[in-house]
């Protein structure tokens, strides 16, 4: 089987250069995304037809929007989140070198996100707005059926600028993911594209999460050329590759993106995952590790253990079973930051 | 067994007056204590060693401290907390008629604090500060071996003065719940005692809870002569009881506060509770429902079920019994507000 290397795809490590001669990389992953504090409460399946909210996706609101939702739900539980931020925040609790670019406000709540980034030992510099629109906030809908619905408060993220990023931390890493939510916030996708072609330009590859099937829908267009000329690494789920060929039909949507991009990691729930790459496919098994409690983060760790083997030349079917395992992790907890040690996990379930 | 009414101890309920001619009380329990939200991280015996930090108990922190402790710490979890309001909002969970009195900062913290306990059903009104100190935070190092140890820092809830208090309300309820930790501020201290005065010159019943064994050291005077003279119901564990009389003996400690105040609810973790009145004694079983996770919140609780038990005129032992059972349900989840519902619990165990 393949192994990779973001640096020489395609060859098996021991022909890879001698590290000294590659470009100084000092971080594995960079990440770009929306800063995001989430409120985790239990719903039913009445509250979202009540609010005309679709089960499993994301909806943007606008800060009167957010209140009002705010004050008809219960009591909540405060986290960090942010989908890009906790896949960054998995690869460092992994043990990889992590860095998330992102925008929060100098308030209480971007001092938590701030702080819970940093505490799992990923890399966090984009200087905190300090007025306009206050720290991101996503309310987290939790349906007993432990299904995730969102509605999202983007404040204080979608002001990131191109001016924002840090290009260099960008040329440091071997590779740079960036989150499809993103494209709502014209400055921000501004941004993504300027980092996408810096990276390219420095060696490194650049992997893309679809985020959400309404987000796909709503920047189709965009989304294809993206695929097809900037990315290396796609991620999605059955709904999100569905929407961006417009098919009803999973295998169809498989065999549309097959060759468009290097990797396809095409996420299916209970289903496990497929992982394209040119002709190969390779199925990979859902992780079962406990009751199932809540699905916010479950795609934003898949890609978190994916990428984490994906940036250590690990061959492809083992990235799909590290993504696999820590998506299946943080299904079984309330949240999308993992409560327990995901490097103890891999030890204890993939050697 | 004896049944219980705040507004005639001791009688049958079908000797009461009828409802009428009593004085028109619209809430059961009126609490007043340190209106502050938690943030629960991993730490293990370690790090408690390293910080000088004293398992089980809770440490007053300032500002400066707070943030020096919440960056050596891993990402954390925030929710609602503060004991009384822990204890208000179980009540009202149980379908008790419950407010709440204690100061936020109009913060985003203190947002998250009032919607979440009018989120449950308790009235909350204390008008948020418009300046002065951030809303209370609590540290919560929540150990392997599932104990809780606590720094906080009270910011806003230490400016609850007298002239915040609203008497109308305090007079509107059977009972007056009070947490110990309140002692820690001085004016909130007189706020307290104010708040007895009215209390029961209305009719209705004082209850105390002694909240951490430091906290009796740091009060220990003043703490025995509010038991001898404005409480009627007392909680207490095993070692707030055991510091309250100066003793290492559970039994000598009973046996000292019998006959102090009307009631007095004994918690002694894994060996259940202890109910005491008069001559009569009622030792209450443990629940153990799951999994123990998190004992944050255990104590406050206990004084959920039992004084919703208590101000319904329920027999002491049923009290002790809806105490332990809230309890018990909390200990198997993170932090002090019950993510499930309590009324199906005690429809589910205790009919």
Chains 1, 2 share one sequence.
Not at 142 to 156: F, S
Not at 157 to 182: C, T, W
Not at 301 to 306: K, N, R, S, T
Request: hydrophobic residues 40%; negative net charge; charged residues 20%.
């Amino acid at each position: 089987m393949a192994r990779f290397s973001p640096t020489a795809p395609h060859l098996p490590r021991s022909l890879l250069l001698p590290r000294m001669t590659l470009p100084t990389k000092t971080l594995d992953v960079v990440g770009i995304g929306n800063a995001i504090v989430d409120v985790l409460v239990q719903a039913d399946d009445a509250f979202l037809a009540d609010h005309g909210l679709s089960k499993g996706t994301m909806a943007l609101v606008d800060e009167a929007q957010a209140e009002r939702l705010y004050a008809s739900v219960g009591p909540g539980l405060e986290t960090s989140g942010g989908s890009a931020a906790n896949t960054l925040a998995g690869i460092a609790q992994l043990g990889g070198r992590a860095a998330f670019i992102g925008r929060v406000r100098n308030d209480q709540l971007g001092g938590i996100f701030s702080h819970d980034i940093r505490a799992v030992g990923a890399q966090f510099d984009t200087p905190a707005a300090n007025d306009g629109p206050s720290t991101a906030r996503c309310l987290i809908l939790v349906t007993p059926d432990a299904q995730r619905t969102m509605c999202t408060y983007l404040g204080a993220s979608v002001n990131l600028e191109p001016e924002d990023l840090d290009l260099d931390l960008v040329r440091q890493a071997h590779l740079l993911y960036l989150e499809g939510y993103l494209w709502d916030s014209e400055a921000a996708k501004r941004a993504f594209i300027a980092a996408a072609e810096v990276m390219r330009s420095s060696g490194g590859q650049v992997a893309l999460s679809l985020s959400d099937a309404f987000c796909v829908d709503r920047h189709r267009d965009s989304f294809q050329e993206l695929v097809d000329g900037h990315v290396d690494v796609l991620f999605a789920n059955e709904s999100e590759i569905c929407s961006l060929y417009q098919t009803d039909s999973f295998d169809a949507a498989a065999e549309q993106v097959r060759g468009r991009c290097r990797v396809a990691a095409l996420t299916r729930s209970e289903q496990g995952s497929l992982v394209l790459h040119g002709d190969e496919a390779f199925p990979i098994a859902p992780f079962r590790l406990g009751e199932l409690v809540d699905t916010t983060g479950a795609g934003d760790l898949y890609a978190a253990g994916f990428l984490y083997g994906y940036t250590r030349g690990e061959d492809l079917a083992r990235c799909g079973r590290l993504g696999s395992l820590c998506a299946g992790q943080v299904v079984t907890q309330l949240g999308p930051r993992p409560h327990s040690s995901l490097k103890e996990l891999v030890a204890a379930h993939l050697g």
